[in-house]
């Protein structure tokens, strides 16, 4: 069970900003919302929540070039954003699971900058974690891929160092309850793109993996189908969805390019602190 009690949810959050201004080196401009979101992705677990916060700031800081540069409306990222559907979707009633949608716009391999992608994945997960319209219920967050589109070619381009983080972060620190991967119109190579993947992968996760071919519909049994795009049957504007989002990305540009929120400030790091030195040398490692 999730936490049920907002003052508990908020009283954790507190405890953890609490903590954090006793580590000068960590970023203190963290968004509340954000805050809550550790606490309630680990179920009020503050130690836990303490760990992984200190993970995924230590792998943005040892990763630049996907974690610096992150101005939302730079002609890269904006590049990928058109390129890429990479679109986080309103709640479906009756259900309390989360869904976000990707799939390829433009399926032109030169246009698949694997940093860029990752770099944008990142901007868009962050951006998501601090919407008042995600709920922190007890559903869990389902994404959806949709490799329509995607060749041998696009498989080229991945950069396994990039990968690696990708596979890192959103598996061991981002503060979100993982409930299942769906991956639809999976194609005749799918064997080789998770022998690429399957090295990074976690049993745990390895386990909610779903796979469905064309024209299949055997994703109903796992989800319901007002979750999917329209052109698949369901109820989902992806187009209109997408628009909203490019609209929070330009209200909200300040808050991913203010490197207060973010970066780790080595100068004042307190060396006696053996959580965070600990998980620095796990990272370098």
Not at 148 to 167: A, D, E, I, P, W
Not at 189 to 195: I, P
Not at 202 to 213: I, N, S
Not at 233 to 238: L, M, P, Y
Request: glycine letters at 4%.
């Amino acid at each position: 069970m999730g936490i049920e009690k907002e003052f508990e949810l908020e009283e954790g959050a507190d405890r953890l900003k609490d903590w954090i201004a006793t580590q000068p080196h960590l970023p203190q401009n963290i968004h509340p919302t954000l805050l809550q979101r550790y606490i309630h992705s680990t179920r009020g677990d503050l130690e836990y929540a303490k760990k992984i916060f200190v993970l995924g700031y230590t792998i943005r800081q040892n990763n630049p070039a996907i974690f610096d540069n992150r101005d939302p409306l730079s002609t890269n990222v904006m590049s990928i954003l058109k390129a890429i559907d990479m679109v986080p979707l309103p709640s479906v009633e009756g259900c309390e699971d989360k869904f976000i949608y990707y799939r390829l716009v433009d399926c032109d391999p030169d246009k698949f900058d694997f940093n860029d992608v990752i770099k944008t994945f990142f901007i868009i997960a962050d951006l998501r974690m601090v919407q008042p319209d995600v709920p922190m219920n007890d559903g869990g967050d389902v994404p959806i891929f949709d490799m329509n589109g995607f060749t041998l070619r696009h498989m080229t381009k991945v950069v396994l160092s990039t990968l690696r983080v990708y596979m890192r972060y959103t598996q061991e620190a981002h503060p979100v309850r993982l409930k299942a991967i769906h991956v639809i119109n999976c194609t005749p190579f799918l064997d080789r793109v998770m022998c690429l993947v399957k090295p990074f992968m976690k049993k745990r996760v390895a386990d909610m993996l779903h796979f469905h071919l064309p024209n299949s519909e055997t994703i109903y049994a796992h989800l319901p189908k007002a979750a999917l795009p329209d052109e698949y049957g369901g109820e989902q504007s992806i187009i209109k969805h997408k628009e909203d989002w490019f609209n929070r990305i330009k209200l909200q540009r300040d808050y991913i390019t203010d490197g207060t929120r973010w970066k780790i400030d080595e100068s004042r790091r307190n060396n006696g602190n053996d959580l965070c030195g600990t998980l620095r040398k796990l990272e370098i490692d």
